[in-house]
């Protein structure tokens, strides 16, 4: 099993719309959680990072489920600029500091 | 303008051809870290460091070494290339606050490698 797990999609979804995804981690010890958005062939980008108490940044909402061991990423009135690969990440300081990614998800927003 | 700096950005190169891709960050950063990425497996961690003169594995290490000589230098050396190292690879850096590193992770621009 995956330390941490994305459905890849592709979700297709039209201007205007809500979607969501959630990502689930393995290693109850992880500490710190975050998505990053990228877009083809570029560097990933820090989106938003993850509160327990949840957290929103215009658009974005992403909320952290510690007992079921999922963050959220939910997008409302998508843009096409919306359109890219979303990642998400988790922090294990285990001595040393390690981040491990998902393999992402892949969100096409049509006009 | 802050930023993380690889080097060279695409590089095609055959199988035992040494190469070093290189990577500064202008950040005063701690901590870097080495990625590859490959289609349907994700972000993978090569090395990390958490320091100048310190360095550890990540989950994907084989074949892979680094250095931290200097703080805002973390090249990333392949010995002798295999095909299997065709990637995309992202430098990183990182900083802590109050002493914990808060995870947020600057990346470079990435370096396409290709081994024949």
């Known amino acids: 099993r995956k330390e941490v797990e994305q459905d890849p999609g592709p979700f297709n979804v039209p201007e205007g719309a809500t979607v969501a995804f959630n990502c689930t981690y393995s290693?109850?010890?992880?500490?710190?959680f975050f998505w990053y958005r990228q877009d083809c062939r570029k560097e990933p980008k820090l989106l938003m990072s993850?509160?327990?108490s949840g957290n929103e940044d215009g658009r974005f909402t992403a909320q952290l489920n510690r007992a079921s061991q999922y963050i959220s990423l939910l997008i409302r009135d998508s843009k096409l600029s919306d359109s890219a690969t979303y990642l998400c990440?988790?922090?294990?300081?285990?001595?040393?500091?390690?981040?491990?990614f998902g393999a992402g998800t892949r969100l096409f927003v049509k006009a | 303008e802050a930023q993380v700096t690889q080097n060279p950005r695409y590089l095609i190169t055959v199988t035992g051809k040494k190469l070093t891709v290189t990577c500064s960050q202008n950040?005063?950063?701690?901590?870097m870290s080495w990625y590859r990425q490959d289609p349907g497996l994700g972000l993978r961690q090569i090395y990390y460091?958490?320091?100048?003169?310190?360095?550890d594995k990540g989950d994907v290490p084989e074949g892979y070494k680094v250095s931290r000589k200097e703080k805002r230098n973390f090249p990333l050396i392949l010995e002798s290339p295999s095909p299997n190292q065709t990637s995309l690879y992202f430098c990183?850096?990182?900083?802590?606050?109050?002493?914990?590193?808060?995870?947020?992770?600057?990346f470079g621009e990435g370096s396409r490698l290709t081994v024949l």
């Open positions: 990183a850096s990182s900083q802590p606050t109050s002493g914990r590193f808060t995870g947020e992770l600057f």
């Open positions: 460091s958490m320091n100048v003169e310190v360095t």
């Open positions: 290693n109850s010890a992880s500490q710190s």
């Open positions: 950040m005063n950063h701690e901590y």
């Open positions: 993850v509160y327990s």
């Open positions: 990440a988790v922090n294990l300081n285990t001595g040393g500091f390690k981040t491990i």
